[in-house]
């Protein structure tokens, strides 16, 4: 069974940083894009980024709303996913859900982070 | 404002069916496949279907996706109370370097 464990939200003031952690099981990990997603709460869902597996050279995309502020990064040997959030904003305040491409995207059940002063 | 466009509600009776509609371009849908979501509120969103018209296991047939140049439509028969969610279709964006989230369906079974 496929699962997606995401940890690391909380609170945070404007200006700061967090990093999320998605741990991954019941799938080959290492062959797998890992996308981040984000819901702010009311609102539907938002694109953050993703990064591809070790034969694309772990390339990465992201949203250009995050462009320059989040990193994604991977430990295959750990089969982890993180998302670096660096000078955080108000209007980042929202679930982070990470995702395994395997038939459609796979789901975690997301963590919250909440950017407040 | 979503490359992907899909309309912001569709409702319907039990039983009957409903289609949703996800218009898209040349860089995202005309050249790449759609996959959907379905999300009950305050839950993680659950792939219904993916490369266009496949189904995961335990995703059953009442659920349909299809494909046409630009645009994709996931119907839904025999519909029942517990399908009353949102729905997203989803597409990697070429020109964009991005996978595209349409801005999500509210399915209201009356």
């Known amino acids: 069974e496929v699962q997606l464990v995401e940890s690391g939200g909380g609170l945070v003031q404007p200006g700061g940083s967090l990093k999320l952690s998605c741990a991954a099981s019941g799938f080959t990990f290492s062959g797998s894009h890992i996308h981040w997603v984000r819901q702010a709460s009311g609102r539907g869902l938002e694109w953050v980024g993703r990064?591809?597996?070790?034969?694309?050279?772990?390339?990465?995309e992201y949203a250009a709303s995050v462009q320059g502020r989040f990193t994604i990064s991977r430990d295959d040997s750990k089969d982890t996913a993180y998302l670096q959030l660096n000078s955080l904003r108000t209007d980042d305040t929202a679930v982070y859900y990470c995702?395994?491409?395997?038939?459609?995207?796979?789901w975690g059940q997301g963590t919250r982070v909440t950017v407040s002063s | 404002q979503s490359v992907l466009t899909q309309p912001p509600s569709v409702s319907a009776t039990p039983g009957q069916k409903v289609s949703i509609s996800c218009a898209g371009s040349?860089?995202?849908?005309?050249?790449?496949?759609v996959s959907w979501y379905q999300q009950v509120p305050g839950t993680a969103p659950k792939v219904l279907i993916y490369d266009n018209n496949k189904r995961p296991s335990g995703i059953p047939d009442r659920f349909s996706g299809s494909k046409s140049s630009t645009s994709a439509t996931l119907g839904i028969t025999g519909l029942q109370p517990g399908d009353e969610a949102d729905y997203y279709c989803v597409v990697w964006d070429e020109s964009l370097g991005v996978e595209a989230f349409g801005g999500g369906t509210k399915l209201t079974v009356l």
């Open positions: 995702t395994a491409y395997i038939t459609g995207h796979q």
């Open positions: 990064i591809r597996r070790k034969s694309e050279n772990y390339g990465t």
């Open positions: 040349t860089s995202n849908i005309g050249i790449h496949s």
